[in-house]
């Protein structure tokens, strides 16, 4: 049975949706993430709000790169190591930036 708890739980779910409908209408987070080089295929990263969804992890909620790697793929959000997150979390600095100034 999967351990349910803040991060695998289901209201953790809403709430992300919830973040993502305060974000401008006319915000293209796949766009931006293309343009910034953040999404270069999509194999593990789905698309940008994924991307976001990583950065915000890694950044505001302080996880560390293995621990964020641990929770996505816990999450079933992404499957990537750290370094693989790295990777990717350098390409997001900028649109992501803009977004969240």
Same mark, same amino acid.
């Given at each position: #049975? &999967?351990r349910m708890d803040s991060e /695998?739980? !289901?209201?953790?779910? =809403?709430? +992300?949706?919830?973040?993502?409908?305060?974000? !401008?209408?006319?915000?293209?987070? %796949?766009?931006?993430?293309?343009?910034?080089?953040?999404?270069k295929r999509r194999r593990v990263? &789905? %698309?940008?709000? /994924?991307?976001?969804?990583?950065?915000?992890?890694?950044? !505001?909620?302080? #996880?560390?790169?293995?621990?964020?790697?641990? +929770?996505?793929a816990g999450s079933d959000i992404?499957?990537?190591? %750290?370094?693989?997150?790295?990777?990717?979390?350098?390409?997001? /600095?900028? !649109?992501? &930036?803009? =977004?969240?100034?």
């Amino acid at each position: #049975m &999967r351990r349910m708890d803040s991060e /695998t739980h !289901p209201h953790f779910d =809403i709430a +992300w949706r919830e973040l993502l409908s305060l974000l !401008p209408a006319n915000l293209d987070l %796949d766009q931006s993430a293309r343009e910034h080089g953040a999404l270069k295929r999509r194999r593990v990263v &789905r %698309d940008g709000a /994924t991307m976001l969804r990583l950065a915000l992890a890694y950044g !505001p909620a302080g #996880m560390s790169l293995r621990s964020g790697a641990a +929770w996505a793929a816990g999450s079933d959000i992404a499957h990537l190591s %750290d370094v693989g997150l790295l990777k990717r979390l350098k390409g997001a /600095t900028e !649109p992501y &930036r803009r =977004i969240l100034a």
